[in-house]
């Protein structure tokens, strides 16, 4: 854990950064959802539904972690993973964006 000082200015946009990244990844889940239902025809795929949604669910609640303190690790993860962008991060402090940028290289 990274002990930061977050401005309310910097809380802002690391909330807005965090929000964008969980919808985008929740608009992925519901548009994959979709197609499952849509190819429902045994009562086998509406566990297959419920297995899916559990995973997703464990995952993203293992992910979208808001506190401060885990928060430049959060962020250095969906960067890799494509939910967000350094330019999302356009307002945080150069110490915070330079750490992310370090996580990155790892």
Request: glycine share 2%; charged share 40%.
């Amino acid at each position: 854990m990274i002990d930061f000082k977050w401005l309310q200015t910097e809380k802002k946009v690391a909330r807005e950064a965090f929000d964008k990244a969980y919808q985008k990844e929740c608009d992925v889940i519901i548009a994959k959802l979709k197609k499952m239902i849509k190819t429902t025809k045994e009562p086998d795929d509406i566990w297959r539904i419920c297995d899916y949604l559990t995973e997703q669910r464990d995952r993203t609640d293992e992910k979208y972690d808001y506190r401060y303190s885990v928060l430049i690790f959060v962020f250095a993860r969906l960067i890799k993973e494509g939910w967000l962008t350094e330019a999302d991060l356009e307002g945080i402090g150069k110490d915070k964006i330079e750490k992310v940028q370090f996580l990155l290289t790892m």
